[in-house]
């Protein structure tokens, strides 16, 4: 079986590309596949035969070159192996005493990342499964920070978070678990939030509401539209109300390794704590994101699990490093792994050239439909995400075009809404996404 299994895996690694499969109802799910949980067992065979010919076949592959929506994703080969490798060797990425090595490879991943970001020596984090858990885990910290200065002072007050109209809905998510509140600033046309804007929704709260202040969150590519926040002012901000600035860059920090756009990125050095996720732009297969502070005790004091039983996973030599310390988790699996796996393999020139790939097809989608005489650029894109209306279209004529590229196996392109309206996105992550198939998809909208 496990043969088979691996083969499988080679197999599905060799196709190029990939089929991009669609959804099933459950009722044709129900029907295709039955009851697979018996008391006597299915037998290996069986159960790999309905996860191949029904199972896999009803999941879109976000690999496609073609899956254009949301945020895709394209693991390397190395990556995607080598997360077989660490799956079978049940790792426990926890601790340092029990999987030293695998801690001290992603640490490396991390300083690499830190070093995109121009933060100091000292940096470090862990690898979390997501954005979600990655802003979470921060802004945790972020109060705990907060209130620690407040030397009591705000043990009792509920925490207020500023960030932008584009940020991820994980901000809010986060707040909604923390109990805090978030209050919105201002952003511009294309949805980018500027210092002047965080400073106009200060000076309009109460002095009791600007102690409340706890963290400023700016996003580093936001998910909808690939625009980068004023981060310069938005660290200016943070820095004046002596509170934490954490960058939400899941999806466009990756950027940071390419040259023709990292001064976009100007200020995100200045930052308490960041995330990016690997398995977005950076080549990884899910789940990892990378969640980074500037200064790491801050992240250990706030989340570190206190047990009889844990006691020895902190008796140990200087400079030992336990993820679980840095993040609202204790059990973890080693999820930078992979990351670090093709990372290594690779070298980090090809990460560079991978990435300005993509923002070269971007750059030359938008020229298409700039060019065109059916389609509309919304704006230019500042990363790899293209926004864009197609003249003369209702919403039910977007979703009938996506529905249509999806049934025939073309690609997946879901519509989004830019100010009210409903209209089409597509980012680019894959660098095996060609011109060529962007402009057929172009030419189909006719």
């Known amino acids: 079986m496990a043969t088979r299994v691996v083969e499988y895996a080679v197999q599905r690694l060799l196709m190029s590309p990939p089929p991009l499969d669609r959804a099933r109802t459950p009722a044709e799910l129900s029907e295709m596949v039955g009851r697979t949980i018996t008391e006597a067992g299915l037998g290996g065979d069986e159960v790999l035969r309905l996860f191949t010919d029904v199972l896999a076949p009803a ?17 390397t080969v190395a990556s995607i192996m080598f997360d077989l490798v660490v799956s079978a060797s049940s790792i426990y990425g926890g601790s340092w005493l029990e999987g030293a090595g695998a801690v001290y490879a992603e640490n490396q991943a ?15 984090g862990v690898f979390v499964s997501g954005g979600t858990a990655g802003n979470l885990s921060a802004l945790i910290a972020a109060r705990h920070n907060w209130r620690v200065l ?32 978030v209050l919105i600033a201002e952003s511009d046309e294309s949805g980018r939030m500027h210092g002047t804007s965080l400073w106009r929704l200060l000076d309009g709260l109460s002095d009791e509401d600007r102690a409340r202040v706890f963290a400023i969150v700016a996003t580093g590519g936001t998910t909808n539209a690939g625009v980068i926040d004023d981060l310069s002012g938005s660290a200016d901000a943070a820095a004046s109300l002596g509170v934490w600035f954490h960058v939400d860059g899941a999806y466009g920090a990756a950027a940071l390794c390419a040259p023709s756009v990292r001064d976009h990125f100007v ?17 990884a297969p899910f789940d990892s994101c990378a969640l980074l502070y500037r200064d790491p005790e801050l992240g250990r004091v706030a989340h570190t699990q206190h047990a009889e039983y844990l006691d020895a996973l902190h008796i140990g030599d200087e400079g030992e490093w336990n993820p679980s310390d840095y993040a609202h988790h204790l059990t973890r699996r080693a999820r930078g792994l ?28 938008a020229q298409l439909i700039q060019d065109s ?38 690609a997946f392109v879901v519509p989004t809404s830019w100010h009210g309206e409903r209209v089409l996105r597509f980012c680019f992550i894959n660098p095996l996404t060609t011109i060529e198939q962007v402009d057929g998809l172009l030419d189909s909208m006719r």
Not at 346 to 362: K, N, R, V, W
């Open 267 to 283: 200020g995100i050095e200045r930052c308490d704590s960041f995330i990016v996720d690997p398995h977005k732009w950076l080549f």
């Open 338 to 365: 992979p990351f670090w796996f093709s990372l290594a393999v690779h070298g980090s020139d090809a990460y560079t050239a991978a990435i300005e790939t993509t923002l070269d097809t971007t750059r030359r989608t």
């Open 150 to 181: 407040g030397d009591g002072r705000h043990d009792r007050t509920r925490g207020l978070v500023l960030t932008s109209a584009g940020a991820h809905s994980s901000i809010a998510q986060s707040a909604r678990a923390m109990d805090a509140d």
């Open 59 to 75: 999941t879109i592959s976000v690999d496609h070159p073609e899956y254009l929506s949301f945020v895709p994703a394209a693991p």
């Open 110 to 124: 991390l300083r690499w990342l830190a070093d995109l970001a121009g933060l100091p020596v000292g940096t470090g």
């Open 373 to 410: 005489d059916h389609l509309e650029l919304l704006m230019q894109p500042e990363l790899s995400v293209v926004l864009l209306r197609r003249r003369g279209w209702t919403p039910e004529q977007y979703q009938d075009w996506s529905d249509e590229q999806l049934r025939l196996g073309n």
